[in-house]
């Protein structure tokens, strides 16, 4: 791969994964290579049995991603640019869908597709020197790869609609203010306190993981009692698995648990 970085093997960090991307000499901006090379990580990651927890992270400490390459674009036929399309769609679905948990470690720039990226992602951590947007009414656009409807449902609608219209840009203590990132750390720090948080999950069952990724992302969109539903039908898959028994028993015997995801 050559637009972004797989690690899949961290000291100290069982079964945490990481992929960076890697076009620092345009801020990490997303081209027709890197959607392809990020897909095949994916592809990879769904076959490793031993991952818990994904970190995404740009190369060095100016941007994670300021979207889309518009060098690139300029001039593109319609016809290249929605195929095109289809693949930075393809790329944010697969954040979305990946069974467990994924973690936007924003180091700089996160805007447009960059930040939709972001919004994909379970959760976000950001640097101090972060930036976030979605600029693309300043372009004659509008987020196409879920940013609108994601935004809306991580802070306030008005907030969300404030942002979209203006496209303007907002630093990590305001996102934080606001509820858009969890945390914010040193850029020095960044990397290694996003590992930690998720070596806390990779650490804990992974079927109640992935229960909790699908009973979260399907219930908010249900009411209330059918989501009650849910939750219950996810509970009694996790209370029905050996993983239960083998976590009550390693509580019981001050261990480790040994999770098989059974």
């Known amino acids: ?30 081209n027709t290579q890197m959607a392809t ?7 990879q990651l769904e076959q490793d049995e031993t ?15 300021v979207g889309a390459d518009l060098k690139e674009r300029n001039r ?21 869908d990946f069974p467990f948990p994924v973690i936007a470690s924003i180091n700089g720039y996160a805007l447009g597709g960059g930040m939709e990226m972001a919004l994909s992602c ?37 907030i969300a609609k404030e942002l979209l219209f203006t496209g303007k840009h907002i ?6 203010e606001i509820g858009l990132v969890n945390h914010v750390f040193p850029q020095e720090e960044l990397l290694q306190e996003t590992l930690k948080i998720a070596s806390n999950i990779a650490r804990n069952a992974p079927l109640s993981l992935q229960a909790l990724k699908k009973t979260i992302n399907q219930g908010s969109h249900l009411d209330l009692s059918t989501a009650f539903s849910l939750d219950l039908a996810y509970y009694y898959q996790c209370a029905n698995s050996e993983d239960r028994i083998e976590g009550i028993a390693a509580f019981n015997e001050k261990r480790k648990a040994n999770w098989k995801g059974l």
């Open 51 to 65: 991952i818990r927890a994904l970190v995404i992270t740009g190369t060095g400490t100016k941007s994670f991603c």
């Open 171 to 176: 630093d990590a203590l305001y996102a934080k």
């Open 76 to 96: 593109m036929t319609p016809k290249k640019w929605k195929e095109q399309h289809r693949l930075f769609e393809e790329v944010t679905e697969k954040i979305r």
């Open 1 to 30: 791969m050559n637009t972004i970085l797989l690690e899949k093997k961290i000291d100290g960090h069982e079964g945490v994964a990481v992929i960076t991307y890697n076009r620092p000499e345009s801020l990490n901006a997303l």
């Open 122 to 158: 379970d959760f976000r951590v950001a640097s101090t020197n972060a930036v976030l947007g979605l600029p693309e009414a300043k372009l004659g656009l509008i987020p196409g790869i879920g940013g609108t409807q994601l935004i809306a449902r991580s802070i306030p609608v008005g």
């Open 37 to 43: 090379e990020i897909i095949d990580a994916f592809h």
